[in-house]
């Protein structure tokens, strides 16, 4: 079993910074790319920021220049900092991981962590 428990969500104003964590534990053998992933109300689940287990990094248009996805590989861990926030940016967190265990390979979600940006 895995777990991924994300950390650093928050009420912050616009133009502020906000850094989410993200860790995961169990039954790790590899883990393969990380992501952040975002919900804001009535709207679809949309990619935020992905990165591979050797750093390569993929953002979505809407915050590239502005966050900044990062990873510490012995800590089964990712970031995401969050700069220059904008209202717009309000949402529910996910963090994603593609997580092989010794049995299988799997993706897994952590439990959300919301994001506020006062105007």
């Known amino acids: 079993q895995v777990q991924l428990v994300e950390s650093g969500g928050g009420l912050v104003q616009a133009g502020g910074s906000l850094r989410l964590s993200c860790a995961a534990s169990?039954?790790?053998?590899?883990?393969?790319?990380m992501g952040w992933y975002r919900q804001a109300p009535g709207k679809q689940r949309e990619l935020v920021a992905t990165i591979t287990d050797g750093g390569s990094t993929n953002y979505a248009d809407s915050v590239k220049g502005r966050f900044t996805i990062s990873r510490d590989n012995p800590k089964n861990t990712v970031y995401l900092q969050m700069n220059s926030l904008k209202p717009e940016d309000t949402a529910v967190y996910y963090c994603n991981a593609n997580v092989w265990t010794r049995i299988v390979n799997n993706y897994y979600w952590g439990q959300g962590t919301q994001v506020t940006v006062s105007s």
């Open positions: 169990g039954s790790i053998f590899r883990i393969n790319d």
